[in-house]
């Protein structure tokens, strides 16, 4: 019996996970004996939502591993990698290509458009959340938003587009990090009340274990946060995750939590806010003296980038259906600035340095590199913010 609505990897691998036609296509020109015509596809998006100006792209690991031992050849930006929708001339921008025969990687298109286009929309918002709270402690706190079953993508998604800490214990495993918490409301509830939580906290976790309180439970936050300060002596932090029908002003709340930990001795306590916390609150928090955030359901449910894969090329001549761009291209980036454009040798807005922008990671289905690790994927995102200007 299946417990959970979960695909294995075997269930992906052998194409259960894709769309039904694809499937019967594959049928159809094997008949036809057109299964192993070559072509090219390029995967492309020709907007990011919300307005984003730009994005960035994450599960290109997973793409790889999808297909691995089929005789493709896989060139992709490098995971982590900022991009826009279209290059300076208008054309969208090609992220990643694969060219082999048709019959060999068809199948899989649907997954591999899904580990992209879900991954790449959680670490571009991530991405954003961390350029607006500059070198700010953000932890994730998403995962009970969405199905568990990707829950580890959840997190190395969030992690690689600069947050600092994960919550499950599978989650950093997987990344190499060990998982954080403060305290859940229930903590409070069960023993009774906030002092008597927090006097608990402090006589049974592990000594390394930071205290972090949780001081909106019963009470207005102040009084908690002193209730805190007096139960824990080593008191870390106190966090803030008031329901939004009680919250008011919310960086008054901070303000006035500050204070009062000031005031008793507690200028060393770290002021964190959860809950319902956007981009557009982030920067009247941080000036409220906000010290760190627990960003949740618009992380984990950011939306997916609407990435399509399209044949441009088959048999060496340009093909592409009604609204698509035809042909091999040969995508560049500036140097400078970060840019991209087709068929170029030099940036045509500055005249600088142009460098081909897609690496190839998979040559007749074998790994033509080494793939990178999770933290050298995340020091890319942080790196190309400077790029970020670019798009805007």
Not at 28 to 44: A, P, Y
Not at 108 to 131: D, H, N, W, Y
Request: hydrophobic share 40%.
């Amino acid at each position: 019996m299946t417990r959970f609505n979960i695909a294995t990897e075997q269930d992906i691998l052998r194409g259960k996970t894709s769309d039904i036609y694809f499937q019967r296509t594959l049928e159809i020109l094997k008949k036809e004996k057109r299964d192993r015509v070559s072509v090219l596809g390029e995967v492309t998006t020709h907007n990011l939502p919300n307005g984003w100006a730009w994005g960035v792209l994450s599960g290109v690991e997973e793409a790889v591993r999808l297909l691995e031992g089929k005789p493709v050849d896989l060139w992709s930006l490098p995971e982590g990698s900022l991009f826009t929708p279209k290059t300076a001339s208008g054309i969208p921008t090609p992220v990643m290509t694969v060219e082999g025969p048709y019959g060999a990687f068809g199948l899989f298109e649907t997954p591999m458009l899904g580990l992209l286009c879900q991954a790449s929309g959680i670490t571009t918002k991530a991405a954003r959340v961390r350029k607006l709270a500059g070198d700010k402690r953000i932890i994730s706190f998403g995962v009970r938003r969405m199905h568990p079953g990707v829950a580890p993508m959840i997190e190395r998604s969030v992690y690689i587009g600069g947050f600092d800490d994960v919550t499950t214990p599978l989650g950093a495993e997987r990344l190499g990090l060990s998982p954080v918490g403060t305290m859940p409301h229930a903590l409070t509830i069960v023993m009774g009340g906030p002092k008597e939580a927090f006097e608990a906290m402090h006589r049974h976790l592990e000594k390394k274990i930071p205290r972090i309180a949780l001081v909106d439970t019963y009470y207005d936050e102040k009084i908690e946060a002193n209730i805190a300060a007096e139960a824990i002596p080593d008191l870390a932090g106190v966090r803030i995750d008031t329901h939004s029908t009680r919250r008011g002003n919310l960086a008054s709340i901070v303000r006035e939590v500050r204070w009062e930990l000031d005031i008793r001795g507690h200028k060393d306590a770290k002021l964190y806010v959860s809950g319902g916390i956007s981009e557009e609150k982030i920067p009247e928090l941080l000036e409220a003296g906000v010290d760190g955030f627990g960003i949740g359901t618009s992380l984990s449910n950011a939306p997916t980038i609407d990435f399509a894969f399209d044949i441009v090329e088959m048999e060496g001549k340009p093909v592409a259906k009604r609204g698509k761009f035809g042909g091999r291209k040969r995508l560049m980036r500036c140097v400078e600035h970060g840019c991209y454009e087709v068929d170029v040798r030099e940036c045509p807005g500055c005249k600088g340095e142009v460098k081909p922008a897609l690496v190839q990671y998979l040559r007749k289905g074998r790994l033509a590199r080494k793939l990178p690790g999770v933290k050298e994927i995340r020091k890319r995102v942080l790196d190309e913010m400077k790029y970020a200007h670019f798009a805007l």
